[in-house]
Structure formats: structure tokens, C-alpha cells
């Protein structure tokens, strides 16, 4: 099946805001993780069938410093600690790619910050 985008702005977002300052994202905006361990999206996904999934994050760091993220599938811990180092400047955005076990059917990924800076500017996720 065709990859789908699942934008940041339209997930759960929990100590971030949408926003729209940096150029270069894709749907209306991309989400600003608040500067705080913690902080995080959750999106709902949809897929065919259980199985190992390439998710590929779009993100911007404009720092020098790595922002890591864990992922959690439907609750349990998936990948921890995925970095997301910097791309430059915050209109420069790269993928990275993570992989995370997913049921058939609707899921729910959470990206959560670990560090006090909070996580990258996340624009969107597709698998
Ligand atoms: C700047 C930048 C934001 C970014 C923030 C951060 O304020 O404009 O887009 O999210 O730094 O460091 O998290």
C-alpha cells in the first residue's frame, strides 16, 4: 500500500504548539515541542496489517544539540531514545526513519521528549 502522512498539527500534542514560523513544512504547520522532558505527540494510525513499520519522522532542530525522542506503541515503549541531532537551522528539515511494531488496525504512536530541551520541530510522520 502507498505511504500516508499523518501531520503533526492534526495529532495529540501534549506541552507543544502548531506552529508555522519556519518555512519548508508540508500541511499547515509543524509542531513545536515545549523546551521540557515530557513533552509530546501522539498520532492515530491506521494500517493494514500487524507487522514491523518504517516510520519516517520529519523534523528540524536548528541546534547543535541532539533532541532524542522515545516512541511508544499503544502505550509500551518501542524505541527509546531515537536522536534527532541538528540540521542546521530550523527551516532545514530531514527525515529519519524509526522502526516500531504495529497490531492491524488503529495504533497509537507517542514520540516523547527526554531531554530539557524538548524535541525537535516535528512536521509530519508516513508510513
Ligand atoms: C526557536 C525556534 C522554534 C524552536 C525553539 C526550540 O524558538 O523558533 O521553532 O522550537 O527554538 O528551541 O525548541
Do not use: C, M
Not at 541532539?66 to 518501542?78: A, K, W
Not at 542546521?88 to 530531514?94: D, Q, S
Amino acid at each position: 500500500t502507498d505511504p500516508v502522512d499523518y501531520q503533526a498539527e492534526n495529532a495529540a500534542i501534549d506541552q507543544g504548539a502548531v506552529e508555522s514560523n519556519h518555512a519548508g513544512f508540508t500541511g499547515t504547520g509543524f509542531v513545536n515541542y515545549d523546551n521540557v522532558a515530557g513533552s509530546s505527540v501522539e498520532w492515530t494510525v491506521n494500517v493494514p496489517a500487524a507487522g514491523t513499520y518504517d516510520v519516517v519522522v520529519r523534523y528540524a532542530n536548528g541546534t547543535t544539540t541532539d533532541r532524542p525522542l522515545d516512541f511508544s506503541v499503544n502505550g509500551s515503549i518501542s524505541a527509546s531514545g531515537v536522536g534527532f541531532g541538528g540540521t542546521g537551522a530550523w527551516p532545514n528539515w530531514t527525515t529519519r526513519t524509526v522502526k516500531v511494531t504495529l497490531a492491524a488496525g488503529v495504533n497509537k504512536i507517542k514520540a516523547v521528549a527526554t531531554t530539557a530541551n524538548g524535541g525537535p520541530n516535528v512536521d509530519k510522520i508516513t508510513l
